[in-house]
């Protein structure tokens, strides 16, 4: 896939692989993505191998694209309101930022687009683009370091992210990992995790596409990589950390060594 906005920097990239790793609300899907990490940087420390490890919290890369005075700060102030904007009261140590504006509360914000689809394709119209973008420029930061400030010739970045599918970033990663588990079994992990009640734990749910929804869009969108599903619905986390291990060493020999041996490890 063209991962890449600025075709100069592929020449000091190496070889690069983005594997993405997504899956609906409390399915598992940090804690599985943590272990993944381990187990590349486990494969990338033995001897012989020239491979660097990145990880990528898309998650977190999203929350900095509407951090105050950029772009989509404003767009989101506009578009719904100061309403949706931290006080004194909601957070004295952070509830602003080195530019005086008040930081955007995200519990007030989703407690507004968790329950209207028509305020989430607000949201997301403004965010996801910015997000885009955002992700592009952390995968080529990363990819970069690991070639010119390690050496690397090979990198893998795993990048993790929520609405991975849903955003449309999936279309710049060469491979997927996600994870599901019954809306039922999701409601019941998150008004435990959460404190919520049942209704606005549904509501969260229902605001994530199925991954049945999920699968169908990369079928169509042509995405040809390799794809991991992991259903989480009956499993412990040990069981399902297992899994992981498995799939992944099914990925790295069959999928991983093999795209990067004509460039040696």
């Not at 033995?46 to 998650?59: A, K, M, R």
């Not at 890369?61 to 949706?84: C, M, N, Q, R, W």
């Not at 929520?162 to 409601?187: P, R, Y």
């Amino acid at each position: 896939p063209h991962m890449l906005k600025r075709s100069s920097l592929r020449s000091v990239m190496g070889n690069v692989t983005v594997l993405g790793f997504t899956g609906g609300i409390a399915s598992g899907k940090s804690s599985r993505c943590k272990h993944l990490v381990k187990l590349a940087q486990h494969k990338s420390q033995q001897p012989g191998v020239s491979l660097g490890v990145e990880y990528i919290n898309g998650d977190v890369v999203g929350h900095t694209v509407y951090e105050p005075g950029k772009e989509a700060y404003h767009a989101l102030v506009k578009k719904f309101g100061d309403s949706i904007l931290m006080s004194n009261q909601d957070d004295s140590s952070s509830s602003t930022s080195s530019s005086s504006l008040p930081l955007i509360n995200r519990r007030a914000l989703g407690s507004i687009v968790f329950k209207d689809a028509d305020r989430m394709r607000d949201l997301t119209s403004i965010v996801w683009p910015a997000l885009d973008e955002a992700l592009l420029e952390e995968v080529e930061t990363r990819s970069i370091e690991s070639t010119v400030k390690h050496g690397n010739r090979n990198t893998l970045i795993i990048l993790e992210a929520a609405v991975l599918i849903e955003q449309g970033f999936v279309k710049h990663c060469h491979d997927l990992f996600l994870t599901s588990c019954s809306a039922e079994e999701a409601v019941r992990r998150i008004a435990k995790r959460d404190g919520l009640e049942e209704e606005a734990a549904l509501q969260r749910v229902r605001s994530q596409k199925s991954i049945e929804d999920r699968l169908a869009f990369l079928q169509t969108s042509g995405f040809s990589g390799y794809i991991r599903h992991f259903d989480t619905t009956h499993c412990t986390l040990e069981e399902g950390l297992k899994e992981v291990s498995s799939a992944f060493d099914e990925y790295w020999n069959g999928i991983l060594r093999p795209r990067v041996r004509e460039t040696g490890f």
